[in-house]
């Protein structure tokens, strides 16, 4: 379990667990997100809450792992733009201890 700090003065924080941070891998949810000038604003977080309603609407599967992460971090109350840059660096820092596994060569 990770905490991510949600605002500036250190007052609002989030809980984050491996299964958010593998959902997050496994949709790819922060490829081509930020843009080239490295800010995340508010816009930032609007595109990101966007694109899981649209993954979510266009979902043939269960996709519980995408609900969860959802209601426990994107659409979280505290989740604001330093709470989405917080979580971009601990994404970040946790896919490099994390390798994704090896897809095998059929």
């Given amino acids: 379990m990770y905490t991510i700090q949600t605002n ?3 007052t609002r924080n989030l809980e984050i667990s ?3 941070l593998q959902t997050i891998r496994k949709y790819a949810l922060f490829e081509h997100l930020i843009d080239s000038n490295g800010i995340v604003d508010e816009s930032v ?3 990101l809450k966007l694109n899981v309603r649209s993954l979510i609407a266009s979902a ?3 996709c519980k792992d995408l609900l969860d992460l959802c209601i426990d971090v994107i659409y979280h109350n505290n989740m604001k733009a330093f709470g ?3 979580l971009v660096n601990l994404y970040k820092t946790w896919n490099t201890e994390h390798p994704a596994p090896a897809e ?3």
């Fill in 104 to 106: 095998k060569e059929e």
């Fill in 8 to 10: 500036p003065t250190g």
């Fill in 45 to 47: 977080l609007d595109k």
């Fill in 60 to 62: 043939e599967c269960n």
């Fill in 84 to 86: 989405l840059n917080a």
């Fill in 18 to 20: 491996e299964e958010h």
